[in-house]
């Protein structure tokens, strides 16, 4: 049996790279010092990403992977840069309590959504 956390290497794994409604699917198996590639494919969603509900889009990419053979679990997901929520932050000096206060603030400035839905 498998200690629960213990880490574990995979032997194969799939990438999956996002760009607009394209998605480029590479299926890559572990060999020696290097990989070897098992398959790859790039097709079409049916409408943008954001815009899918999260159930209709993890069934369409499972049925295009399917399409394709490729059954891999483990997965690797690349996202277009536009697609991050992020942005940089100087934090000035102020006591512990107030920064958490002050990153809210910051937050609801610089994203479009509240910071529960973030």
Request: proline share 8%; aromatic share 8%; with cysteine.
């Amino acid at each position: 049996m498998v200690a629960p956390f213990k880490k574990q290497v995979p032997t194969t794994i799939l990438a999956l790279a996002f760009e607009e409604n394209q998605v480029f699917a590479v299926h890559l198996r572990r060999s020696g010092a290097g990989a070897q590639l098992l398959k790859s494919c790039q097709f079409e969603l049916s409408g943008n990403p954001f815009g899918l509900a999260t159930e209709v889009l993890g069934n369409e990419l499972r049925k295009k992977l399917d399409e394709q053979d490729i059954k891999e679990g483990k997965c690797v997901v690349a996202l277009p840069l536009q697609w991050v929520l992020s942005f940089q932050l100087q934090l000035p000096e102020m006591p512990p309590l107030d920064s958490e206060a002050f990153l809210i603030t910051e937050a609801e400035r610089n994203f479009p959504y509240d910071p529960e839905s973030l």
